[in-house]
């Protein structure tokens, strides 16, 4: 176990630690400026973007070595992306293999979790190390976060409590609304829109200190945890595909394929395990009123009614997305990943997704500039759709 977190320190940093590339300067629009030229001007967490390329698709020769500008931004934003997942999945690894409390409530929802949070954050350091090593042999500098590394640890056991973090996961706003939209025939590409199946609303995934085991409360974060590691791929997995169709080079496609199919793998094992959520059905109410308490249950239950899937009562762990509306509602229903609209899915639409969750609470305006300008640029390459 500890050689594997040592791999995991060391690939961190041999993929987040180049120089970073701020881009072009002359390139950029205020923060207010762009949200008013985006009528965002009264959002709060819509943060900025930069000037964006607008310079149709994006060239690239691989047999040279070259790639396109496009093909350039989508790979530094995805860099950045994964830089930032893997800082927020080392903190999960952290909590799910040493802390014995967290360890045991992550257990209910799958006797193997502490595994798979493993294996799901080093797939995400060698996301990173790889696409930041691929730019650099383009001749591109590597894409670094670290200047941004600036937010308190955890002080649990098992939480490495000195370490400064790029994410936030004890104030979480979780999007579970994706639960229902992959078991139904809709699509938001297509205006379609998703209650949410549990109300997580400034909740945390991981205990900022220790609690007692078996107890409701770190029952309650170890769900919350559960519903967030799928939300999270599941954004990863509709990011890839929005940028897919933008990318020249063949290589790059090639590149965010396979990186985007692993998103997919992640998502379908998360939204299976957040299907065992169990309820808690003693007083949580003390430490967390906002969430909805279940009088069936007198606590809090994390599916409607007594548990059961309100899509497939007698199936909580589909992994399966139903078939929905997909490029035309003239063609026949078809199962696939969803959202994958640059407007729904894109560069910026994911990053939102992110501030809205709360994965960004402390950070300061340097750091949304930089990643929203990555964000931007990203979009831009290729026409979209």
């Known amino acids: 176990m500890l050689r594997q977190q040592n791999h995991d320190e060391q690939v961190r940093n041999s993929g987040a630690s180049a120089p970073a590339d701020h881009g072009a300067g002359s390139s950029r629009l205020g923060r207010r400026s762009f949200l ?24 690239a020769d691989v047999l040279s070595g070259g790639l396109g500008q496009g093909d350039v931004a989508i790979l530094r934003l995805l860099a950045a992306a994964e830089i930032l997942e893997s800082d927020l999945w080392q ?13 045991q409530a992550i257990q209910a929802l799958d006797g193997d979790m ?7 954050t080093r797939d995400e350091f060698s996301h990173a190390a790889f696409i930041n090593s691929y730019l650099m042999a383009k001749g591109h500098q590597a894409v670094s976060l670290e200047q941004f590394r600036r937010l308190p640890s955890s002080q649990a056991t098992g939480s490495n409590k000195t370490a400064k973090r790029l994410t936030n996961l004890m104030n979480l706003t979780v999007d579970t609304s ?7 025939a809709g699509n938001p590409d297509f205006g379609d829109t998703f209650p949410q199946i549990v109300n997580l609303v400034n909740v945390p995934g991981i205990p900022n200190s220790d609690l007692p085991a078996g107890g409701d409360d770190i029952q309650v974060i170890a769900n919350t945890a559960g519903f967030h590691f799928a939300t999270i791929e599941q954004g990863g997995s509709s990011l890839y595909d929005s940028l897919l169709p933008k990318a020249t080079s063949r290589e790059v496609v090639r590149i965010i394929a396979s990186i985007g199919g692993t998103e997919i793998q992640h998502f379908e094992l998360w939204q299976d395990k957040a299907g065992n959520a169990p309820p808690v059905p003693a007083a949580t109410a003390t430490r967390f009123p906002q969430l909805p308490v279940a009088p069936s249950v007198g606590g809090v239950t994390f599916f409607p009614g007594d548990g059961t899937d309100p899509a497939s009562p007698e199936d909580t762990n589909q992994v399966f997305p139903f078939p929905c509306t997909f490029i035309s509602p003239h063609l026949k229903p078809c199962a696939v990943i969803r959202p994958t609209s640059t407007k729904q899915a894109g560069a910026v639409a994911a990053f939102n997704g992110f501030v809205a969750m709360g994965l960004f609470q402390g950070q300061q305006d340097d750091f949304f500039d930089f990643v929203f300008e990555l964000a931007g640029e990203a979009d831009e390459a290729g026409q979209g759709f």
Do not use: D
């Open 36 to 59: 008013k030229r985006a009528g965002l001007g009264g959002a709060a967490l819509l943060p900025t973007t930069s000037l964006l390329i607008g310079h149709g698709t994006a060239r």
């Open 91 to 103: 903190q999960y690894q952290e909590i799910s293999l040493g802390n014995s409390a967290f360890i």
């Open 114 to 120: 502490p595994t798979y949070v493993r294996q799901n």
């Open 178 to 184: 994706w639960y229902l939209r992959y078991r139904s």
